[in-house]
């Protein structure tokens, strides 16, 4: 049975800091990794969709790497922004099956 | 560009009430899927449709269906409401899947928040 867990659990830092979440997952056999955003209460937007045969996205500020045999997903924040302040998932997809499951996130407030 | 839309996007209802909540995908989008976010909690997959037929099919309690229309938007049926099922409902829609069994990126909705008193 799939299992995905994130940490930190909670991350605050002061503006312009750069960052790392982490996203680990107990099988390897995935066909995606997605990263989301959620801010308070509000959807789930999505940030970086790695596929299981890349190693990395970009998207602006943002950077995911994806290590399959390790079981593990990193998403780099650069110059870190209080706008950034949200609640960042990871969900991994596998064969044969719709589901995301997801990790349980990671809460992080930036600061001025 | 078009997203995801729900609604209603706030419901309340009583216990042993019924509610049905809406998702209308992504243009072209064909497949849908549904997840209940509990407070404090993951979302966890509720099910999911693909050319309106259910294709897969997750933690889905019996007093729950859904079914996928011709135009593809899909409608998740709730009977007997019970205090636990307040929740976040997420609808995401994605473009046909892949040729290797895997799906394409899941694009969420905002969400229908439902409060069972």
């Known amino acids: 049975k799939q299992e995905v867990t994130q940490i930190p659990a909670a991350l605050s830092v002061p503006e312009g800091e750069n960052l790392v979440l982490n996203c680990s997952f107990t099988?390897?056999?995935?066909?995606?990794l997605q990263w989301f955003r959620q801010d308070p209460g509000k959807g789930l937007t999505s940030l970086l969709l790695?596929?299981?045969?890349?190693r990395e996205q970009t998207s602006g500020r943002l950077n995911a790497s994806l290590d399959k045999s390790s079981g593990r997903s990193t998403l780099y924040i650069a110059a870190s922004q209080p706008g950034d302040s949200a609640t960042y998932l990871c969900?991994?997809?596998?064969?044969?099956?719709?589901?995301?499951?997801f990790g349980t996130g990671t809460r992080l407030q930036v600061f001025p | 560009a078009a997203g995801v839309i729900q609604s209603p996007r706030h419901l309340i209802k009583e216990k042993r009430e019924t509610a049905t909540l809406k998702c209308y995908p992504i243009?072209?989008?064909?497949?849908v899927y549904w997840y209940q976010q509990g407070p404090g909690q993951d979302p966890q997959f509720l099910i999911s449709?693909?050319?309106?037929?259910?294709?897969d099919k997750g933690s889905i309690p019996d007093r729950f269906s859904a079914q996928q229309f011709s135009d593809y938007h899909s409608e998740l049926n709730m009977s007997s409401l019970e205090l636990g099922d307040s929740a976040l409902y997420f609808c995401?829609?994605?473009?046909?899947?892949?040729?290797?069994?895997?799906?394409?990126?899941?694009?969420f909705g905002p969400g229908t928040r439902l409060t069972v008193l």
């Open positions: 995401a829609s994605s473009s046909p899947p892949g040729t290797s069994g895997g799906h394409n990126e899941q694009f």
């Open positions: 449709f693909y050319e309106k037929m259910q294709s």
């Open positions: 099988d390897s056999a995935i066909y995606n």
């Open positions: 243009p072209r989008h064909d497949t």
């Open positions: 790695i596929q299981s045969s890349q």
């Open positions: 969900a991994v997809g596998s064969y044969n099956t719709d589901k995301l499951i």
